[in-house]
């Protein structure tokens, strides 16, 4: 089961958190574009790409923080458990650091999204664009028939795992800097690594080095492997998904 600790607010934080983000990034999109197609996004720069996919992220990463910080908390108290499950966790927190503790690291978060999410989405894109130049000259050179610019659901999984990878690779020290803000205090087992005291960090520039100095450069990508494999497939599935109940719903509503 403790693989599985924290797995019910992180459920509860990706839901809020995709739901917001795709639809921000959409509507942005499709203000940029002046029309509301796919195929018209497609063709936005990398530089739109990325300013929506950052905005999108940022208003996603405010509205589903809360379950962020307690997805954090409760995988990283180890045993003996400090709290049994979500709900002493959310009280205890409320309790002794008020209700602004529940957007404890929420500064460094926003930094750390910025570039993610615009990775996320400019990079993905970019692959798409890619992929589709590609189907077309592999179209135009054989007596294949189809149509060019749609993309299967393996090279839509490709194009979401290139992109989660390349996003995570270059924002995970920013990822690291987060979540010790966000487990300041947290009371665990030695074992589990040295307990981070409450406000042991002044700010994000005042963490980076104390990390620096202390742990070294390994210290801003200590768990990037792990880190990765989750992050990479998670977002192909994620942009899969997306891409197939976007068709659906068109399909069924028109």
């Not at 739901?19 to 996004?41: N, P, R, W």
């Not at 979540?179 to 589990?192: D, S, T, V, W």
């Amino acid at each position: 089961m403790g693989f599985w600790r924290g797995n019910v607010p992180a459920l509860l934080m990706v839901m809020p958190y995709n739901a917001i983000q795709f639809t921000v990034q959409h509507k942005l999109k499709t203000f940029a574009a002046g029309s509301s197609k796919t195929e018209d996004h497609i063709r936005l720069s990398p530089y739109l790409s990325f300013v929506s996919g950052s905005l999108a992220g940022c208003a996603a990463t405010v509205g589903s923080y809360p379950f962020d910080l307690l997805r954090t908390i409760l995988a990283s108290q180890g045993e003996p458990k400090v709290y049994p499950n979500m709900k002493s966790a959310l009280v205890d927190i409320v309790r002794t650091r008020g209700f602004r503790g529940l957007y404890a690291g929420l500064l460094p978060t926003l930094v750390e999204i910025v570039p993610y999410a615009g990775l996320h989405f400019s990079t993905y894109d970019t692959f798409k664009r890619w992929t589709m130049v590609w189907n077309r000259n592999r179209v135009s050179n054989s007596s294949l028939f189809g149509t060019e610019d749609e993309l299967s659901s393996f090279q839509q999984f490709l194009c979401g795992l290139m992109a989660g990878t390349c996003a995570k690779l270059v924002c995970h020290p920013l990822d690291v800097v987060k979540k010790r803000f966000q487990i300041e205090g947290l009371q665990r087992h030695p074992r589990y690594g040295t307990r981070v005291e409450h406000h042991a960090y002044r700010n994000m520039i005042h963490a980076v080095r104390q990390i620096l100095q202390l742990e070294g450069w390994a210290g801003l990508y200590k768990g990037i492997v792990p880190s990765t494999v989750k992050a990479a497939p998670a977002t192909a599935i994620t942009f899969v998904a997306y891409e197939y109940t976007s068709v659906w719903l068109k399909s069924t509503l028109t």
